[in-house]
């Protein structure tokens, strides 16, 4: 089969399109004919080494979490799927299996490729509603989980503001029109090119990315960018009494945010326990949960779609389809 492929520690500029052995699904398995995926950022961050110590990867390796598909094979004890099932989600690599959830881990081969096998039994696998086109449903797996998973964190109430860092984002994306529908004031960071992408999705105002720019006073403050250990500014357009989540490495600390009347959440769920793609895909059936397709590629073009992500300013999640 064709895949993306990265044969060693290195950036996405390195990757190529590799013809390799189609992976076979073993007991409690499925493999799964791949019509789209789409990138996220540790596609390119876990092959670029920075994380080599904690999480060793085998090559060739094939990135991609994001998928849907057609179930082609099942394993030995699988009840879940049948073969032919049209079903999408996300899985993690297997080198990460140690922090993939304790319960029911989401693993898969990478789904930068024709096939990929991922483990059957987990929440973040589900069918694929009928009205939901193949390249939003692959755009949304790690989106709206994390969308779904800040929303329920946060409790927004109507009538709230809400500033969102990193809206223009794969998550960013995602998340705003739920605010919106929870009645949120939404103000987001924007390129001045996408302030018309957020406004339809339903933010009230967008803004600059400069801290010099963030308003104050907002209830609640959603960082979806910049990494945990950096977030005094952010902090400091909250209220008192107000939230401040976010969803980066590192796992953040009270005392970095300089303000201990902030309630602080690092929002991270690798078990579903805020639910899972059953939840998302009744949400994007009704509509509830649009898709944003910044560009499309095909698979041959898979190693310039992770390239476009890591070097290129993006909106919203870029999709290959096979
Ligand atoms: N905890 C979880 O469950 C979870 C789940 C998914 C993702 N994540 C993490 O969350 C982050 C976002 O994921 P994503 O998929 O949405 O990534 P993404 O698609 O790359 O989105 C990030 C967005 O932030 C923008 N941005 C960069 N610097 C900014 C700044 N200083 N101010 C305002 N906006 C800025 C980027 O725009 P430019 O292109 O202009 O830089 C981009 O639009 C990543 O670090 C990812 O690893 C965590």
Aim: aromatic share 6%.
């Amino acid at each position: 089969m064709k895949a993306v492929v990265a044969t060693g520690y290195g950036p996405p500029e390195q990757y190529t399109v590799a013809d390799v052995p189609a992976p076979r699904p073993g007991p409690g398995q499925i493999q799964v004919r791949v019509a789209a995926a789409s990138i996220n950022p540790a596609d390119v961050r876990l092959p670029s080494g920075d994380f080599r110590d904690v999480v060793p990867l085998e090559f060739p390796h094939v990135p991609g979490n994001d998928f849907a598909g057609t179930v082609s094979e099942a394993g030995p004890g699988v009840t879940a799927y049948r073969v032919g099932d049209e079903i999408f989600g996300q899985a993690v690599p297997r080198a990460l299996r140690a922090m993939a959830g304790a319960t029911r881990p989401s693993l898969s081969t990478g789904s930068l490729a024709e096939y990929a096998v991922f483990e059957a039994d987990t929440p973040f696998l589900a069918h694929r509603p009928p009205r939901l086109a193949l390249e939003h449903a692959a755009a949304l797996p790690t989106t709206g989980l994390t969308a779904r998973a800040l929303m329920t964190t946060a409790r927004v109430r109507p009538g709230e503001t809400v500033l969102v860092i990193g809206a223009t984002g794969g998550v960013g994306t995602a998340v705003i029109p739920l605010l919106a529908a929870a009645k949120a004031r939404i103000i987001a960071t924007a390129t001045e090119a996408d302030a018309g992408v957020l406004r339809r999705l339903g933010a009230h105002e967008t803004i600059g990315y400069p801290e010099a720019e963030y308003p104050s006073g907002v209830d609640v403050a959603l960082n979806l960018t910049l990494p945990s250990d950096h977030l005094t500014g952010v902090a400091t357009a909250v209220r008192p009494g107000g939230r401040l989540l976010t969803i980066t490495y590192p796992v953040p600390r009270q005392e970095w945010i300089g303000r201990d009347d902030v309630a602080l959440h690092f929002v991270l769920d690798m078990d579903g326990a805020l639910g899972g793609m059953r939840e998302v895909a009744e949400l994007a059936a009704t509509g509830g949960l649009p898709a944003t397709i910044g560009r499309r590629y095909t698979l041959d073009e898979g190693p310039r779609a992770c390239v476009d992500f890591a070097r290129l300013h993006t909106t919203g999640k870029l999709v290959v389809t096979m």
